[in-house]
C-alpha cells in the first residue's frame, strides 16, 4: 500500500522543528507502525539523511516507549493498542498520515518523536517508599486481599507509563497516571500505612511538573491502551479529600507521621 | 488549610463544591418560577407568584426581620460565584501553560462539545447573570414598567418582547450545556464515580440539565405564546 506521511521532525530541544513529508509506495498492510517507520529510516539512511527519532523498546505493548501521536489520536486510531501492536491494515491505501510528538509542557521534546517522560519517575518517587516485610519472601496467606480489591489493584497497576493520556487531555493533564499509580497502592492492605501522605505527595508533584488541571473530558480512558478508567480518578480525588481532612484535623505532622 | 487550595485537585474541589451550591441554587430557582403556571390566588387577589416573591422577601422575619434571610442567600451565592469564578481562571491558566505547543492534528473520542465549552459558556452566563439581575430582580433593564413586588407582572411584560424571549432561550441552553457537564464532572471531582455507579451518574447529570433547562424556558415560552398573560389580573 501507499501512505504519505507527515512526521514532526526537531533536531533536538532548542531547535524550532516541523512538519517533513515521505511518501511510501511499497507499505506491507502487515507491518506494524514501527516497522513502517524502521523501512523509512532504512530509506532515509540509505539516502544519507537523518533517520526519524523514535523511542521504541519491548514492541509488544508492555514497556509504554513508543510514544507518538497519529492523526491526532495518542497510539493512533485502534483503541487499547500502544503504536508498537497498531498495524498499517488499520490505515487506507494513499492516506495522510500525520505523526507527532506527545504535546505538553511536562514532556519536552528530545528529538523528533522523542519526548522526555521524566516527570513520571518524579511523580513515582514523590510516592516514596511502602512499609512492608523485606527479606525473605513472606508467606503468601499472612496477608490476606479480597478478591475485587486485588482485581482493581490489578487493573491500576496495568498502567505502563506510556504517556498517551497526558497527550490525549485537552488540558494535559497526569491525573490518570496519577491516579493509577495512587489507587494500586491505595487498594491494598500493604499500601495503608503511607496512603494519606502519599496522595499528598504525588499530587503536589505533578502539580510541580506542571501538568494542567482534570476537567473530566474522559480522553485519557479512551486513549489508555490499557483501559485504565477514570473512576480512578474519582478514587485518587476521594483519597485526597479525605487526606486534606485529615490534616485539617490533625495537622500536617499526624499526617506526615502517619 | 489552604496547602489544600494549592494543587490543582484542591481547586477543582473548590470549583465542584460551589458548583454545588450553584447547582441546587439554580434547581429551586427553576421550582419556584413553575409558580408563574399557578395562576391568581382570588382569596388574597394576588398572583401565586407574587405571593412567592414576598416569600422570599419576607422568609425568617420571625427572628429576623424582612429580607434578612433573602440576604444571607444571597451573599453565600455571591461568594461561590466568585470563588467559582476565581478558581476556574486560575485553573484555565495552569491548564493553557501546560501544552504551549498544539496539535497539528487533533481528534476527539468522547469530549462532548458541552464539556469543552465550559469556560466560554461560563463566561457567558456570568454575563446572562448580571443582565437577569439588572432586569428583573432590580428592574433597571426592564423598561415596560417595572414594579418592585408584582412578579408575575413585570414577567408578562418582560417577555413580551420576542428579542428577549430569544436572548432568554439562549442563554438557558447554555445554562443547559454546562450542568450536562458540570453535574458530571462535579461527581467525579468530589469522588463519587465508580466502574458501577458511572452510568447512573451520568444520566442523572443529562437529567437534571434538560429538565433544568425546559423548566427555566417554559415561562418565557408561555408568555410569548400568550398562554401566560395578565387577563386574569
Ligand atoms: C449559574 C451559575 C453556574 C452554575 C450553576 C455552575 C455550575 C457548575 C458545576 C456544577 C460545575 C462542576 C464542578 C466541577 O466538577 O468542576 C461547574 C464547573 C465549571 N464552571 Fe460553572 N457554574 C455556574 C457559573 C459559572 C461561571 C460564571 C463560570 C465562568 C467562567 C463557570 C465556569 C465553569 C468551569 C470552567 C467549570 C469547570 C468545568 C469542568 O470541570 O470541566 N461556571 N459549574
Ligand atoms: S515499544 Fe513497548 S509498548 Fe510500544
Keep these: ?258 | 488549610m489552604f496547602g489544600f487550595y494549592k494543587t490543582t485537585v484542591g481547586k477543582k474541589i473548590v470549583v465542584a463544591s460551589t458548583g454545588v451550591v450553584l447547582f441546587l441554587f439554580v434547581l429551586g430557582h427553576m421550582a419556584g418560577n413553575l409558580k408563574a403556571f399557578m395562576g391568581f390566588n382570588a382569596a388574597s387577589g394576588r398572583y401565586k407568584l407574587d405571593e412567592y416573591g414576598e416569600f422570599l422577601r419576607t422568609m425568617g422575619h420571625e427572628v429576623m426581620g424582612n429580607y434578612t434571610a433573602l440576604w444571607i442567600v444571597r451573599v453565600v451565592l455571591l461568594l461561590c460565584l466568585l470563588l467559582h469564578l476565581i478558581t476556574i481562571v486560575q485553573l484555565q491558566y495552569q491548564k493553557q501553560r501546560a501544552r504551549p505547543i498544539g496539535y497539528a492534528k487533533r481528534e476527539y473520542d468522547c469530549a462532548t462539545y458541552a464539556a469543552r465549552s465550559m469556560f466560554l459558556g461560563g463566561l457567558l452566563l456570568l454575563i446572562f447573570i448580571v443582565y437577569h439581575l439588572l432586569h428583573l430582580t432590580t428592574g433597571t433593564l426592564h423598561f415596560r414598567g417595572f414594579e418592585e413586588g408584582a412578579v408575575y407582572s413585570n414577567v408578562v411584560t418582560a417577555f413580551n418582547q420576542p428579542l428577549i424571549v430569544a436572548g432568554y432561550l439562549v442563554a438557558m441552553l447554555i445554562l443547559s450545556m454546562h450542568l450536562f457537564h458540570g453535574v458530571w464532572s462535579m461527581f467525579q471531582t468530589l469522588g463519587l464515580d465508580t466502574p458501577q455507579r458511572n452510568k447512573l451518574l451520568r444520566t442523572i447529570a443529562a437529567a437534571a440539565s434538560v429538565i433544568i433547562g425546559l423548566g427555566f424556558a417554559s415561562v418565557p415560552i408561555a408568555v410569548a405564546s400568550g398562554f401566560l398573560n395578565l387577563g386574569q389580573g
Excluded at chain 1, 86 to 92: E, N, P, T, V
Excluded at chain 1, 149 to 155: E, H, L, Q
Design chain 1, 1 to 258: 500500500m501507499k501512505i504519505k506521511l507527515h512526521i514532526w521532525r526537531q533536531k533536538n530541544s532548542s531547535d524550532k522543528g516541523g512538519f517533513v513529508r515521505y511518501e511510501m509506495n511499497d507499505v506491507s498492510p502487515d507491518m506494524s507502525f514501527l516497522e513502517m517507520i524502521d523501512v523509512l529510516n532504512e530509506q532515509l539512511e540509505a539516502k544519507g539523511e537523518e533517520p526519524v527519532g523514535f523511542e521504541h523498546d519491548c514492541r509488544e505493548g508492555i514497556c509504554g516507549a513508543c510514544s507518538m501521536v497519529i492523526n491526532g489520536r495518542a497510539h493512533g486510531p485502534q483503541a487499547l493498542t500502544t503504536a508498537c501492536q497498531l498495524h498499517m491494515r488499520k490505515f487506507k491505501d494513499g492516506e495522510d498520515i500525520w505523526v507527532e510528538p506527545w504535546r505538553a509542557r511536562a514532556f519536552p521534546v528530545v528529538k523528533d518523536l522523542i519526548v522526555d517522560r521524566g516527570a513520571f519517575d518524579r511523580i513515582i518517587q514523590a510516592g516514596g517508599y511502602i512499609s512492608v516485610r523485606s527479606g525473605s519472601a513472606p508467606e503468601a496467606n499472612s496477608i490476606l486481599v479480597p478478591k475485587p480489591a486485588a482485581d482493581s489493584a490489578m487493573d491500576a497497576a496495568s498502567c505502563i507509563g506510556c504517556g498517551a493520556c497526558v497527550a490525549a487531555c485537552p488540558n494535559g493533564s497526569a491525573m490518570l497516571f496519577t491516579a493509577a499509580k495512587v489507587s494500586h497502592l491505595a487498594l491494598l492492605p500493604q499500601g495503608q500505612p503511607e496512603r494519606m501522605l502519599r496522595v499528598q505527595k504525588m499530587i503536589e508533584a505533578m502539580d510541580r511538573e506542571m501538568f494542567g488541571p482534570c476537567t473530566n473530558y474522559g480522553e485519557c480512558q479512551e486513549a489508555c491502551p490499557k483501559g485504565i478508567s477514570i473512576s480512578f480518578i474519582s478514587m485518587l480525588n476521594r483519597d485526597y479529600l479525605k487526606s486534606s481532612l485529615v490534616q485539617i484535623k490533625k495537622g500536617a505532622e499526624k499526617v506526615q507521621a502517619q
